[in-house]
């Protein structure tokens, strides 16, 4: 396990997400920490490289939190970010190019082919994560997009409801329970 690596990441992520130039402020930290423990959880499941996903979690909106004008394209934008940092660390060829791909197509409305186990593994856990941080999703409604009560339910209820159809179906499986618990305290 590449624990320098992985030690590097938890304390480069959360420096990006404290400064000012971070959009997302710190729920764009907590939620990257959830990704990474959901990562984690679920590569057991999914027969993933738990160092892959770990470092693919970690990484995978580095682009975002760096500078807002990425957002766009910020699977793209992380994944040569990614690639630069893990060349840096001498990281292997094969699991730097997988860590490449999971942060690539990370995105559920970025509909494109996950081949790997290590690309589902990531994907899943961000679309979870928003489960385990439905105060950043509130934040996000009334604080940042200044929305009144009745949109920001609607807001809240659809982010989740996208993101639990966005898992794939082992995923939808798993975390069905999950799902209706949380939607029944939002709405
Ligand atoms: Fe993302
Ligand atoms: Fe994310």
Redesign the pocket.
């Known amino acids: 396990m590449r624990t320098d690596i992985i030690h590097y990441l938890e304390e480069d992520i959360r420096k990006r997400c404290e400064k000012e130039s971070n959009f997302f402020g710190m729920g764009g930290y907590h ?2 920490r959830a ?1 990474v423990k959901n990562a984690v959880q679920l590569a057991g499941i999914y027969g993933a490289d738990v160092e892959v996903v770990t470092i693919a979690a970690w990484l ?2 580095a682009a ?1 939190i760096t500078d807002y004008a990425l957002y766009e394209n910020h699977h793209i934008h992380g994944a040569e970010m990614a690639g630069d940092l893990l060349k840096g660390f001498r990281y292997e060829e094969k699991k730097r190019e997988l860590v490449q791909k999971c942060i690539l197509n ?1 995105r559920g409305s970025k509909v494109m082919e996950k081949q790997s186990p290590e690309e589902i593994c990531v994907a899943d856990a ?1 679309s979870i ?1 928003h489960f385990d941080a439905v105060p950043s999703l509130f934040y996000l409604a009334y604080v940042q997009r200044k929305l009144d009560i009745d949109d920001g339910i609607d807001f809240v209820k659809n982010k989740l409801t996208r993101s639990y159809q966005k898992l794939s179906e082992r995923g939808k499986e798993i975390y069905k329970d999950k799902y209706e618990q949380v939607i029944s305290v939002v709405v």
Do not use: E, G, M
Request: proline share 0%; glycine share 0%.
């Open positions: 939620h990257i990704v995978h909106d975002s990370h961000d994560s």
